[in-house]
C-alpha cells in the first residue's frame, strides 16, 4: 500500500497559496509602505521555497478590481533567470505585479468617474480565494502523492460586506476539502472574515502588531507545515467575529431578522422576503419557546 | 483549548485509510466483491502497467446531464424550501433488529446510517432539530429531545444500541405526536421511522393515531428493513411522507440520506416568518467568563449575546437571560448557495474555437492548468456566461459542485458595478 510514503511526504511538503492586497486604496492611506511590505513577503516566499525543494509557491494579486495569479514556483512559464541579481522568484513576481496593477488601475478609472469617490473599494478576496481554491483542487487531482496545501491571506484593506456569501462558500469548500486558511492580517480593526475563514478551516489568524518585524512573524507563524503545527505553541485565537452581512444594505449587524423560508439576513424588519418573496405573517420579535413561558409563568 | 489538535493533517489522505480499515475488519468471505467489479475499470497502458479507464470525458457528460435536471427543478421550485425542520427519528430496536440479514446486524448497520444521517441532516439544515425515538419491548422511548447538536444525538443512540421485545407503531407514534404538536407554527414536522419489524403490537387504533398525524401536519416517512408491509405504506401516504424498503446496506444508506436535504415546503404546512437572532462573537481562548448555561466559570471558547452580552458555551441557543435565539452566522451561511446558485457554463465547441482562435484562452482562468490537449490544439474547456472566462472541466465540476463560486465573476468589480448599475 502506497499510504506510508504518501504521509510522509506529504507531511513536511507544503504547497502555499498566498493571497496579496494589492489594493492601492489601502496602502496609499497606509502608514507602512507597500514596497517595504512586498519585501518582508519576498524573503519569506523564498525561504519557504528554500526549505524544501519540493515545497511549492503560487501568489495571487487581489486587486480592487480584478485578481490574477502573480507566480507559480512549479510553472515552466518563468522566463525571468537566476543569473542577474535578482532570484526568479523576485523578479518574475515583480514583474507581473506591475502589470497587474497597471492593469488594475486601468479597470479602476471609469468606475471611479462614475462612482464620485466615496468610501475606497475593498479587496476582491472572494475572488483570489476562489481562485486559490480551484488551484488547490488541481493539485488534490494530480494523484495520491501531492504536498499539503495551504492558504495565508495577506491582508490589509477592510472587509467587503457585500462579498459575504461568497466568501462564505469558500470557507466551506475549503472546510470540506480540509485546506487551512491562515491570515495574516495587518489593517488596523480586526477583520472579520478573516476570523471566520482561519477559525472554520484551522488556520491561524494573526495580526502581527509591530509591522518593521513582518518577515520574524512569517517565518515563526506561517512559515511552520501543517505536520509540525500540532508540536508548536502558535497565537492562540483572540475571539472570532461572526457577524453576518445582512442582504438589504450590505451591513454587518450582530443582530438581525432571519427568514424562516430561505434563511436570508436583514437589518430591520420586513414584510415580504426579498430573496425569496415570502410574506412574513404576523411580525413575531421572538420564537415563542418553553423557557420563555416558564418565564412569565 | 487548542484548535489545531482536531484538524485532520493530510486530507483525502485519512479518509482513504479508514475506509481500507472498513473492509479490513470484516472477513475475507463477508466482503462483497460482486457488486463493485472493479476489474472491469482498468486498463492497460503502453508500459502494461494497469491504470484506470480514463473516464473524464463521460463523467463531464453525466455530471453536465445532472446540473441541467438540478437547474430545471430548482426553476421551478425555487428556493422554496422549508429549511427550519423538526425531525423525530424513530429506531425499531425489537428483536427483528438483531436479524443478521445485513452485516453484522440490522442494528448495527441502523446506528451506523442514522449517524451519517445525523451529520449530514445538520449541514444541510442548520437551524433544524432532531430528536431520537427508540421502540423497545412494545414501549416507545424518547432517547433525546429536539435539539441541535449532531453529537449528543450520536453519542445517546450509540450507548442504547440493544433490542429486545415487539415493536409498536402506534406508541411511537403517540410520544412523537405529543412532542411535535409544541413546536413553533414556522417549523416543518417530520418522521423518519427505521422499521425493521413485520409486526406491530398497539394499545388502540393505530388509523385513529395516522389520522391526528395527518391532522397535526406531520410528514412521516417510514424505511422498512425486512418487506413491505401495508399498514406502512398506508401511514407515509395519508401523511404526505414517502415508504421504501432497503435491499441492502447501500440501499439502507440512499434511502436514508434522501430524507437530509430539504422536502419542498407546502405552503400551508408552515408560514413564513421573520425570527429575530443574534450573531455572537466567539470569546478569546484565554478569557475567563461565567456562562450562564452551567453557571460556572470557564475558560475560553464561549460566546458573547449580543443583546445582553452574557456568555453562553455552545450555538444554536437561546439566551437564558433575554430570550434571543442565538445562532452561528456560518450555520446561516451553509445554505445560501441554495439560494444563489452559479449558473451553469457553456460548453465551448471545437467549431466555434476554430473561427475565433483569438478569444480562447491557452490556460484555465481557475487553476492555470493548460486547455490545450495533445498537439497544442484546443481541449474541452466551459466557459462563465457572465464573465466570459474559460474553466478546465475539473474545475467547472469543482465550481458548481463545491465551491459555488465562478472565481472569474468574483475576481472583476466591473461585473459587479455593471449589474448594480442597471
Ligand atoms: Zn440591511
Ligand atoms: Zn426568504
Ligand atoms: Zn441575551
Ligand atoms: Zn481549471
Ligand atoms: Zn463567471
Redesign the pocket.
Known amino acids: 500500500m502506497p499510504s506510508a510514503p504518501s504521509k510522509l511526504y506529504s507531511d513536511d511538503v507544503s504547497l502555499l497559496v498566498v493571497t496579496l492586497d494589492t489594493n492601492p486604496f489601502f496602502w496609499s492611506t497606509f502608514s507602512f509602505p507597500f514596497s517595504e511590505f512586498l519585501s518582508h513577503v519576498l524573503a519569506f516566499l523564498n525561504s519557504i521555497l528554500l526549505l524544501s525543494q519540493l515545497n511549492q509557491v503560487v501568489v495571487i494579486a487581489t486587486g480592487c478590481n480584478s485578481c490574477t495569479y502573480l507566480y507559480d514556483s512549479s510553472s515552466d512559464k518563468n522566463h525571468g533567470s537566476t543569473t542577474g541579481s535578482m532570484p526568479s522568484l523576485y523578479s518574475d513576481l515583480l514583474h507581473n505585479l506591475e502589470v497587474f496593477l497597471a492593469g488594475d488601475q486601468q479597470l479602476a478609472k471609469p468606475r471611479v468617474n462614475a462612482a464620485g469617490g466615496g468610501a475606497p473599494p475593498p479587496s476582491l478576496l472572494s475572488g483570489s480565494l476562489s481562485m486559490a481554491l ?1 488551484y488547490i483542487q ?1 493539485a488534490f487531482r494530480s494523484g495520491p502523492i501531492h504536498p499539503q496545501p495551504r492558504i495565508l491571506c495577506l491582508q490589509g484593506s477592510a472587509d467587503g460586506p457585500e462579498q459575504y456569501v461568497a466568501i462564505m462558500n469558500s470557507i466551506f469548500s475549503a472546510q470540506h476539502s480540509t485546506v487551512p486558511i491562515d491570515s495574516c492580517y495587518i489593517g488596523s480593526n480586526n477583520s472579520a472574515f478573516l476570523q471566520q475563514a482561519s477559525y472554520i478551516t484551522g488556520g491561524i489568524y494573526y495580526r502581527p502588531p509591530h509591522l518593521d518585524g513582518l518577515f520574524q512573524y512569517f517565518s515563526t507563524v506561517f512559515a511552520t507545515d501543517l505536520h509540525s503545527r500540532a508540536f508548536l505553541r502558535l497565537p492562540k485565537s483572540v475571539g472570532v467575529d461572526f457577524r453576518a452581512s445582512c442582504f438589504c444594505h450590505k451591513q454587518t449587524i450582530d443582530m438581525g431578522y432571519v427568514c424562516s423560508v430561505c434563511l436570508s439576513i436583514f437589518c430591520e424588519h420586513h414584510d415580504k422576503c426579498s430573496t425569496c418573496g415570502s410574506v412574513f405573517g404576523q411580525a413575531q420579535s421572538n420564537v415563542p419557546s418553553s423557557t420563555d413561558r416558564k418565564r412569565k409563568a | 483549548m487548542n484548535n489545531t489538535v482536531k484538524r485532520p493533517l493530510n486530507g483525502g489522505v485519512e479518509d482513504d485509510d479508514e475506509d481500507e480499515a472498513d473492509g479490513a475488519d470484516l472477513e475475507a468471505w463477508e466482503r462483497t466483491y460482486a457488486e463493485d467489479r472493479s476489474w472491469e475499470s482498468l486498463q492497460e497502458d503502453e508500459s502494461g502497467l494497469l491504470r484506470p479507464i480514463d473516464t473524464t470525458a463521460i463523467h463531464h457528460a453525466q455530471y453536465r446531464r445532472r446540473l441541467r435536471a438540478l437547474a430545471s427543478t430548482a426553476a421551478t421550485a425555487r428556493i422554496q424550501k422549508g429549511l427550519i425542520r423538526y425531525l423525530y427519528i424513530v429506531v425499531d430496536l425489537s428483536k427483528a433488529a438483531s436479524e443478521t440479514d445485513l452485516k453484522p446486524s440490522r442494528m448495527a448497520v441502523i446506528g451506523r446510517q442514522v449517524e451519517a444521517f445525523i451529520r449530514e441532516f445538520f449541514d444541510q439544515n442548520p437551524l433544524s432539530h432532531i430528536g431520537l425515538v427508540t421502540i423497545k419491548d412494545g414501549i416507545a422511548h424518547c432517547l433525546t429531545e429536539l435539539g441541535g447538536s449532531p453529537e449528543s444525538h450520536i453519542k445517546a443512540l450509540m450507548g442504547k444500541l440493544e433490542c429486545s421485545g415487539d415493536a409498536s407503531l402506534q406508541n411511537a407514534l403517540e410520544l412523537v405526536l405529543g412532542y411535535l404538536n409544541q413546536i413553533p407554527s414556522y417549523g416543518h414536522r417530520e418522521v423518519l421511522i427505521l422499521y425493521s419489524a413485520l409486526s406491530t403490537c398497539d394499545p388502540g387504533d393505530l388509523m385513529e393515531t395516522i389520522q391526528k398525524c395527518k391532522k397535526s401536519k406531520i410528514r412521516c416517512s417510514v424505511i422498512g428493513l425486512a418487506a413491505e408491509m401495508f399498514i406502512c405504506k398506508h401511514l407515509s401516504q395519508e401523511t404526505g411522507g414517502t415508504y421504501s424498503v432497503a435491499l441492502d446496506e447501500s440501499h439502507l444508506k440512499e434511502l436514508v440520506l434522501e430524507h437530509a436535504p430539504p422536502p419542498p415546503a407546502i405552503a400551508e404546512y408552515a408560514t413564513a416568518n421573520l425570527i429575530k437572532m443574534g450573531f455572537p462573537q466567539r470569546a478569546a481562548e484565554s478569557a475567563v467568563a461565567i456562562c450562564t448555561c452551567h453557571e460556572e466559570a470557564r475558560t475560553g471558547g464561549g460566546y458573547t449575546c449580543p443583546r445582553c452580552k452574557v456568555r453562553v458555551c455552545e450555538l444554536p441557543t437561546e439566551c437564558r437571560i433575554c430570550g434571543l435565539t442565538l445562532i452561528s452566522s456560518p450555520h446561516l451561511a451553509r445554505s445560501y448557495h441554495h439560494l444563489f446558485p452559479i449558473v451553469p457554463f457553456d460548453e465551448v465547441s471545437q467549431t466555434s474555437q476554430n473561427g475565433s482562435s483569438h478569444n480562447f484562452s491557452s490556460d ?1 482562468f ?2 492555470q ?1 493548460s486547455l490545450l490537449s495533445q498537439g497544442n490544439k484546443p481541449g474541452l474547456s466551459v466557459t462563465c456566461p457572465k464573465c466570459k472566462q474559460q ?2 472541466l ?2 467547472d465540476i469543482y465550481i458548481h459542485e463545491s465551491l459555488h463560486n465562478c472565481p472569474g465573476c468574483e475576481s472583476f468589480r466591473h461585473s459587479n458595478s455593471v449589474t448594480t448599475a442597471q
Open positions: 480551484c488541481r | 484555465c481557475g487553476c492548468q474553466f478546465c475539473d474545475c
